[in-house]
């Protein structure tokens, strides 16, 4: 499997990272590398396996509709690069 | 801006005029009323200062953990059932990928290959195809809303407030099973009243709880492949969501008969502007990458939650409604009226229930009182039925004293004013201010003699067969006994005087 | 006794006699991070006023007798587990200056039993890599030659333990990240089954695959501070909620080291014996099988065929998960923000891009990559798939043998740079642990030898789910044996 710089960019745009010229190149080889020895699972047969999504079979707990609550709202946005009147503080959006 | 005027024909009118169907699947998002968040404690409470309802959990902070909420799911089980779904048994969380400021972990938590509602349905009466048409429910799934992004007024900048992040979520997705905007009206009437009745969402589509996005397209009459659809969101409103329909059908038609093309696209509608236009641009299609959430097992229920459920469900609006019509004799029409809310047949039925005790039951006439003066008079003063100036037990017996022909309906409607502005009992009210009906029939008899006895002439062309007199007659006895004399006993003693 | 290099036992029988102070041990452990931590760049963050206020507390509670077997024991934390108000920067440029409002499950459980922590250690970026030398911290030096890795992504509490900078550590594992380095810096570390600890507030790198874990200078210690960290927590929706076992006490049991390990049956996967695996290696291990055999143990061989796909699943589940776990870093709630975002957009993307290094962001397209629509059947469900083939492999193994030895690694630590510049090679030096957390199984790596050079050599014992006692009573009675695990660079 080859990675072009088109993907490279594409998958760059959607994991909102910003790559160089260079990069993009890198990335290409490397990921196409790395995608090589990954086609060997191809090989495998599967049609009758189930996709295993956990390492453990259990069932979610369910927890009850209880309000367990204090307002952190000064020590969460003291985290915060920019924040201004109890928001956070992003750019200007646009809709 | 290419926006254009609003049509004065609907755009249903208009597809119908030049020969196209208009198809619509409605996604329906509604905020589920629990105490708390669907994986985190902080509170739901709708108006509280930004900010001030978060917690690592719901602002997604490093390595803080979901725990669902049980409330959540007996919630999205109730709506599954009321809609006749099927309830899967294994369901499973999966995340959505995509950036936005008010998502605050970059995914949101949502239910993708395994929903926990499929294959479900309800009945609306359209006013094109007529009554009990059937519209397919694809899937309800459970997922968390997001926060708010603020713009207006804040220079240099956007603020971002996460106390909405972290509410449960319905998704309600129906089939393209809609062909008009006046049915997608009634759909979400209908779908209204069921999340009401259950309790499991206010319904409020101002404040944001139960929102709508449409999917519309429009293809030729007959056609069996769908037109390539368009979404529409920011819509607020029933109202809005009709009207963005029946824009967006007369846009569709135009391009299509200038021999252009319907690109796929989100689009914003703008009530004020009374148009739509398409959002902006996103950097990258959409493609959100969705896998299971390996932070939450697959939700596991057991057919016996789900039979609990059911076993203690209110009676939903489809279902009262036939009650109505065989226990009260009402038409569909009244019956459909009377249960588009739980609260309104409460009323009704508690009305008629007054007026049956006091020995007069009739039902269509509690009916008529309920969906006719009542419904004027809070609708005029922006009341809910909640809220109503008149208790069920003052309009039944009201009701009654009209049944019984102690009070005309003319006076009832002044009983019911004074009802309505001071309280207190109705036929104290009557009997206070000399409003009782005269049923009398010498008092009549008597008042019948004084009016025969002054309008000679009148009588005599009666009898000579100019048969309108009547009426004046009778208004003359009326006003001789200032109205209240009982409207039915007055005609029958007349025309019996009279052929005398 | 020399105090760099005492057990968590010894150190807790010299606080119950009230030998030694907590104070006393706290200081000198400072005073060793101060003297050696330029050096090796084990910890990131040292909280001197912290550890010693902990300190006096646990001295108070062993004065009053409330205390546990753990109060005052000095302990390293690896940097990924959210401690409030001291920072916690997951060897990350992006969290160079996070301090946060909150504490992990793990480390407050311990705090509570008394230990004294005496700061942050060093690690791969977000645990993304096996040398340590993805940190935006500079690499950790391993004690046993300072031009050598300390293996990864553990790699400063594996050096800090070692090193005699601390008692025991903290680690996580995900894909071998406990066991590698405990095996390259000749320690003993321990990875749970998935579940056995709560994974609230410990920085996610692929949710469905990471799990805390002890790194002590021996098996006992390593049951002792299992025996505080474990349990169920209802912060953690994948938590089991299950008692936990007497780990210290089932140790030894009163019994010598044979009676324990008659009619034990060890499995010798064929499949980990293979060309890949260095000669000091192999030979070091063939003689811990000769060990258990002398000990009473049956050594048999046995199959896991699907061994060969480990690396290939892995590497395709552990970065789509983390390309999502890691989309919470965007700049606006905390952590780095680029200087002067020109939109939105170039907020997201600059920030993250400056924020994190080569290969957090290697992994984050290639995970963003194998989730994207058109590829997700391809790789993603093919792993998942996969997965479970591999974890069936152990289940079927669990039925002819009790327990699975192992190497730890292929080989030895290797030079730091060595490897850096070929991701590809770097993935293959977790070939033996990987299949580990795929399938959730707990897994143990203690000291079984040394090479040529001097340099310790792991070896691993795999155990079926929730057997961390078995495989911490075979631990201990190899330890009792054999004295690997007491040899130090000091
Ligand atoms: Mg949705
Ligand atoms: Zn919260």
């Known amino acids: 499997m080859s990675i072009d710089a088109a993907t490279v960019k594409h998958v760059a745009t959607l994991a909102r990272l910003r790559v160089t010229p260079e990069e993009v190149a890198q990335y290409a080889e490397q990921l196409s590398r790395i995608l090589t020895l990954m086609e060997a699972l191809g090989r495998l047969p599967t049609e009758d396996v189930e996709p295993m999504s956990h390492a453990v079979a259990m069932a979610i707990p369910e927890r009850e509709d209880v309000v367990c609550h204090l307002n952190q709202r000064e020590a969460l946005l003291a985290c915060a690069p920019e924040s201004e009147h109890g928001h956070f503080c992003v750019p200007k959006m646009i809709e | ?500 | ?490």
């Open chain 2, 1 to 500: 801006m290419n926006h254009k005027k609003i049509a004065l024909r609907s755009g249903t009118e208009q597809a119908l005029a030049t020969g196209y169907e208009t198809v619509i699947g409605l996604e329906v998002h509604a905020q589920m009323l629990t105490q708390s968040k669907i994986f985190c404690g902080c509170p739901t409470r709708f108006g509280a200062d930004a900010n001030t309802q978060i917690c690592p959990v719901c602002a997604a902070f490093p390595g803080v953990l979901p725990v669902l909420n049980r409330e959540a799911v007996q919630m999205a089980i109730k709506t599954g059932l009321a809609i006749h779904g099927q309830i899967r048994l294994l369901s499973e969380f999966s995340r959505k990928n995509y950036f936005y400021p008010d998502l605050p972990a970059g995914y949101q938590i949502s239910q993708y290959e395994l929903p926990i509602v499929e294959q479900g349905h309800l009945m609306i009466d359209s006013p094109e195809r007529g009554e009990g048409i059937r519209i397919g429910i694809t899937r309800i799934h459970m997922e968390v809303d997001a926060g708010k992004s603020l713009h207006e007024g804040i220079v240099g900048g956007s603020w971002v407030d996460l106390n909405r992040t972290g509410t449960p979520l319905m998704e309600i997705v129906s089939e393209p099973d809609l062909r008009s905007s006046a049915e997608a009206g009634e759909y979400l009437k209908k779908l209204r009243a069921i999340v009401r009745y259950l309790g499991v969402c206010d319904g409020n589509m101002e404040e944001g709880s139960f929102r709508c996005d449409a999917n519309v397209s429009v293809r030729l009459r007959g056609a069996s492949a769908f037109g390539t659809r368009c979404e529409l969101k920011n819509l607020n409103s029933i109202r809005n969501v009709m009207r963005a329909i029946d824009y967006e059908v007369e846009r569709q038609i135009e391009l299509l008969e200038e021999g252009g093309k319907v690109i796929q696209e989100t689009r914003l509608w703008n009530a004020d502007l009374n148009s739509s236009r398409p959002m902006r641009g996103k950097e990258d299609a959409h493609d959100y990458r969705y896998f299971p959430e390996p932070d939450l097992p697959p939700l596991r229920l057991t057919a016996e939650r789900v039979a609990a459920i059911s076993a203690v469900l209110p009676e939903l609006p489809d279902a009262k409604a036939l009650r109505f019509q065989e226990q009260y004799q009402l038409s569909h029409y009244d019956a459909g009226v009377l249960t588009s809310s739980r609260e309104l047949a409460d009323f009704f039925e508690a009305v008629a229930a007054e007026a049956a005790a006091l020995g007069q039951a009739n039902a269509k006439m509690a009916a008529n009182w309920v969906t006719g003066e009542l419904a004027a008079r809070l609708n005029r003063d922006g009341v809910e039925i909640q809220h109503s100036p008149v208790t069920p037990g003052q309009l039944g017996k009201l009701v009654a004293m009209i049944q019984q022909g102690t009070l005309s309906g003319k006076l009832a409607k002044e009983v019911f004013e004074i009802l309505c502005n001071e309280g207190g009992d109705p036929q104290q009210i009557a009997e206070q201010r000399g409003m009782r009906q005269v049923s009398d029939e010498g008092a009549i008899d008597a008042a019948i003699e004084q009016v025969l006895a002054n309008n000679p002439e009148d009588v005599a062309q009666y009898r000579a067969g100019k048969s309108k007199i009547l009426g004046f007659l009778v208004g003359q006895v009326m006003k001789a006994t200032q109205g209240k004399a009982n409207p039915g006993l007055v005609n029958q003693r007349l025309l019996a005087k009279l052929a005398e």
């Open chain 3, 1 to 490: 006794m020399d105090l760099a290099r005492i057990t968590l036992k010894q150190a807790a029988d010299l606080l119950h006699r009230r030998a030694l102070s907590a104070v006393e041990l706290t200081q000198f452990f400072l005073e060793r991070i101060n003297a050696h931590n330029p050096t090796l760049n084990a910890y990131i963050t040292v909280d001197a006023e912290g550890a010693l206020a902990d300190a006096r507390q646990a001295d108070a509670c062993l004065a009053r007798g409330e205390a546990t077997p753990l109060t005052g024991i000095p302990l390293a934390v690896k940097d990924l587990f959210c401690t409030k108000g001291l920072r916690t920067t997951c060897a990350s440029r992006m969290l160079a200056d996070f301090i946060p409002p909150y504490e992990s499950t793990v480390t407050r459980r311990l705090r509570e039993a008394g230990m004294v922590v005496l700061g942050k250690t060093n690690m791969d970026e977000f645990a993304m890599g096996s040398s340590n030398e993805t940190s935006y911290f500079g690499p950790v030096k391993n004690p046993w030659d300072h031009s050598r890795i300390p293996g990864g992504s553990s790699g400063g509490s594996a050096a800090a333990v070692a090193a005699g900078l601390c008692v025991a550590a903290l680690g996580t594992d995900t894909g071998g990240s406990i066991r590698q380095p405990a095996a390259l810096s000749g320690i003993t570390g321990l990875k749970p089954t998935y579940g056995r600890v709560s994974r609230y507030g410990m920085i996610a790198f692929a949710s469905s695959l990471d799990q805390a874990g002890p790194m002590t200078r021996s098996v006992e210690d390593a049951a002792l501070l299992l025996q505080g960290m474990a349990g169920h927590d209802p912060l953690d929706s994948t938590s089991i909620d299950q008692a936990v076992e007497e780990y210290v006490e089932q140790l030894s049991g009163g019994v010598s080291a044979q009676e324990r390990m008659r009619g034990l049956r060890i499995g010798i996967p064929k499949e980990y014996f293979t060309d890949g695996l260095s000669e000091s290696v192999h030979k070091a291990l063939q003689e811990a099988i000769e060990r258990f055999q002398e000990l009473g143990a049956q050594c048999q061989s046995v199959s896991l065929p699907t061994t060969a796909y480990a690396i290939p699943t892995y590497y395709i589940i552990a970065p789509a998960e983390a390309s999502s776990n890691l989309a919470r870093y965007d700049g606006i709630r905390f952590g780095y923000r680029c200087e002067q975002p020109e939109d939105l957009l170039d907020m997201f993307a600059r920030s993250r891009s400056e924020g994190f290094g080569a290969e957090v962001k290697r992994r984050i397209m290639l995970g963003t990559y194998v989730l994207s629509s058109g590829y997700y059947d391809a790789y993603y469900r093919q792993a998942q798939k996969v997965r479970r083939l591999i974890a069936d492999d152990f289940h079927n193994a669990f039925t002819q043998v009790d327990l699975l030895l192992t190497p730890t690694a292929p080989e030895t630590a290797f030079r730091i740079g060595e490897k850096k510049e070929d991701p590809v090679k770097m993935y293959l030096s977790d070939i033996f642990t990987i299949n580990v957390n795929l399938a959730g199984l707990p897994a143990l790596s203690l000291p079984c030898g040394f090479d040529a050079q001097n340099l310790p050599i792991g070896m691993q014992l795999i155990g079926r789910p929730l057997q961390e006692s078995s495989l911490l009573r075979v631990g201990h009675s190899f330890q009792q044996v054999t004295d690997w695990h007491q040899r130090s660079p000091l």
